[in-house]
C-alpha cells in the first residue's frame, strides 16, 4: 500500500495523493482525467481541447458526463486562457462548468478573473497555474484558492520570464499568502520529496501522465517521450511573445529556422503550428516529427510507459522514502 502524504491539496480536494496532471492539449480527455483520479489522483479535462470551435461548450458537458461515468472519484476542468486564432466560448464553458457540479477548476494563461469570479460565486475551487511570482499574487486577488506555480522547465507555454522551480518555488514559499503546487519538468519521487520541503502542497504533472499505458494518444508519442532525454525539447514562438516548448522533431526545428528568418511574422510560419496537425499525430497517425507538440523537459525522468497507478505509487513511495529514511540520517 502506498504511503498517504497528508497536505492542503489532499485535504481540499479529498485526494489521495498530492499529484495533478495538468490540462494537455489533445491528452486531457475524460479517459486521462479518470485514470488519474482512479489512482489516487487529481484528473483534469482540458476544456478547449474538447470545446474549441468549431466545437462548443456542449462537448465539453458531455466529456464531463463521460468522466463520470468511468470514475466516482473528484476530477477537474482546465481553462486556458491564451491566444489562439478562433476565440473559445469562455462564458458558455465557464456555464457547463457550473451546471455540471465541477468542484475543481485549473485556470492557465492570461489574467483569470473573467472566470474566477462567476466560478468562486458557484464554490468552485480555483488553482490558477502561472508563470511568475506577481502574476500569482494577482489571482490570489481575484480568488483563487492554490497556485500551480509553473517553472520554465514545463511543456507547453512556459511564459517569457525563463525562471526555473530551483528559484522560483523557494520565492513562492515565501511571498505567497495561498497554498501552491509545483509545477513544470515534474515526474518523479526526488521532486516531490523536495517540492514538499520547499513549501509546495504537491506537484501539478503533464508530460509525465502522457506516457501512462491510460494516455488515449497513439503508442508512438509515448515511446518517443521514453526514448527521449532532457535535451529532446526546444523553443518556439519566442519571437511572438508566446512560448511554446515542444518535442525538438524536425517540424519544430524548421519552425524555428522560418521563425528566425521572419522575427515576429506568425503567418510564416502559421501551416506547420496548426492545431490539426498536433491532433492528426496524437490521436490518428502517432507520426512524431510531422507536428509541433508540447511536452516539457521531465520526458528525461520518463523510462518505461505504465499504468497511472504504478506510477503515482512509485512517485508516492519513492518520496516517503526520502523523507523517513535519507533526510533524517543526515541529522
Known amino acids: ?20 496532471q495538468g490540462g494537455m492539449h489533445f491528452v486531457g480527455y ?13 484528473g483534469i479535462i482540458t476544456a478547449l481541447t474538447v470545446a474549441l470551435p468549431p466545437n462548443g461548450p456542449e462537448l465539453l ?15 477537474g476542468v482546465n481553462i486556458t486562457l491564451l491566444p489562439v486564432g478562433v476565440q473559445p466560448d469562455f462564458e458558455g464553458i465557464v456555464k457547463v462548468i457550473i451546471e455540471e457540479g465541477i468542484k475543481v477548476v485549473e485556470t492557465a494563461g492570461r ?3 473573467e472566470v474566477i469570479k462567476p466560478l468562486k460565486a458557484a464554490g468552485v475551487f480555483i488553482i490558477h497555474k502561472c508563470v511568475a511570482i506577481r502574476h500569482a499574487i494577482s489571482a490570489a486577488k481575484f480568488g483563487a484558492d492554490m497556485i500551480s506555480m509553473d517553472g520554465f522547465d514545463c511543456g507547453g507555454h512556459p511564459g517569457e520570464e525563463d525562471v526555473g522551480n530551483w528559484v522560483l518555488i523557494p520565492i513562492a514559499a515565501k511571498k505567497l499568502n495561498i497554498p501552491f ?9 526526488r521532486q516531490l520529496a523536495a517540492a514538499l520541503a520547499m513549501g509546495a502542497e504537491g506537484m501539478n504533472m503533464g508530460t ?12 508512438e508519442i509515448k515511446n518517443a517521450l521514453v526514448n527521449a532525454d532532457e535535451r529532446s525539447t ?14 525538438k522533431n524536425k517540424t519544430a526545428l524548421k519552425v524555428r529556422e522560418i521563425e528566425a528568418a521572419n522575427p515576429g511574422d506568425f503567418s510564416a510560419i502559421a501551416p506547420y503550428v496548426k492545431g490539426e496537425n498536433y491532433r492528426k499525430s496524437f490521436q490518428e497517425t502517432g507520426d512524431i516529427e510531422s507536428s509541433v507538440w508540447s511536452c516539457g523537459l521531465s520526458i528525461g525522468l520518463i523510462d518505461e510507459v505504465k499504468p497511472c497507478k504504478d506510477m503515482l505509487q512509485d512517485i508516492v513511495n519513492d518520496a516517503a522514502n526520502i523523507i523517513r529514511n535519507r533526510l533524517p540520517s543526515m541529522l
Open 234 to 247: 526546444t523553443h518556439i514562438f519566442r519571437t511572438l511573445n508566446n512560448t511554446e516548448r515542444v518535442f
Open 181 to 189: 503546487v509545483v509545477s513544470g519538468g515534474c515526474a518523479d519521487g
Open 30 to 42: 475524460a479517459e486521462m482525467a479518470a485514470a488519474v483520479s482512479n489512482a489516487g489522483g487529481l
Open 111 to 113: 489574467n483569470p478573473g
Open 208 to 219: 509525465a501522465f502522457m506516457a501512462t499505458t491510460e494516455a488515449p494518444i497513439k503508442d
Open 61 to 75: 458537458r458531455k466529456e464531463i458526463r463521460k468522466c463520470r461515468s468511468l470514475t466516482d472519484k473528484p476530477f
Open 1 to 20: 500500500m502506498a504511503p498517504v502524504f497528508k497536505t492542503k491539496l489532499t485535504e481540499a480536494l479529498g485526494i489521495e495523493h498530492p499529484i495533478i
